[in-house]
């Protein structure tokens, strides 16, 4: 937990001291950069979505990929 919130509170410092945006856009940024890779994950998983339903061949070899990941890992 402690290097997780020294890692959060280093991306805050960096957020507020090495950016040129406005005041506001700063401490937003400083407080909501831990949601990016978040929004990573989301946007490839609706890209493979999409990908699915116009080209199903890609759609079978996520399903594949996934299933076998899956499979190794657990």
Known sequence: MVPALLLYIG???VGLFSTDAPPAARV???LAWPLAP???AV????LLVA???AFP???V???A???AAWWFLA
């Open 11 to 13: 991306g805050v410092v």
């Open 65 to 67: 990929t996934g299933a």
């Open 51 to 53: 990908a699915a339903i």
């Open 57 to 59: 061949l890609v759609g």
């Open 43 to 46: 946007t490839i998983a609706l």
């Open 28 to 30: 937003g940024l400083a």
């Open 61 to 63: 070899a996520a399903v």
């Open 38 to 40: 978040l929004a990573f």
